[in-house]
Nanobody
Framework: QVQLVESGGGLVQAGGSLRLSCVAS????????MGWYLQAPGKQRELVAT???????NYVDSVKGRFTIFRDNTKNTVYLQMNSLKPEDTAVYYC?????????WGQGTQVTVSS
């Protein structure tokens, strides 16, 4: 059974930092492309960043230079380091694994940035 568990969300002031973690189980993690997505209230879920099994990364323009996605294959974990947070970053953040052409999602973690 595939399971993704996110953690690290919370309340932070604008300009602050948070690090999100997502631990995967039930898959060969090192073969998976991992991603972080966000969903703000009343909006569709959207991409934040992805990292392939070889370590290639991709970011949405709004987070470039502020967020960093990285992975530790020994811990089956993907991280999202978020710096210089803005109120518009407020959302539920979800981890996704793409494994053999199937997508698996975590339950999400809330990030709230106050102004």
């Amino acid at each position: 059974q595939v399971q993704l568990v996110e953690s690290g969300g919370g309340l932070v002031q604008a300009g602050g930092s948070l690090r999100l973690s997502c631990v995967a189980s039930g898959i060969i993690y090192s073969l998976s492309t991992m991603g972080w997505y966000l969903q703000a209230p009343g909006k569709q879920r959207e991409l934040v960043a992805t990292i392939t099994r070889s370590g290639s990364t991709n970011y949405v323009d709004s987070v470039k230079g502020r967020f960093t996605i990285f992975r530790d294959n020994t811990k089956n974990t993907v991280y999202l380091q978020m710096n210089s947070l803005k109120p518009e970053d407020t959302a539920v953040y979800y981890c996704k694994a793409n494994y053999f052409a199937r997508d698996y999602w975590g339950q999400g973690t809330q990030v709230t940035v106050s102004s």
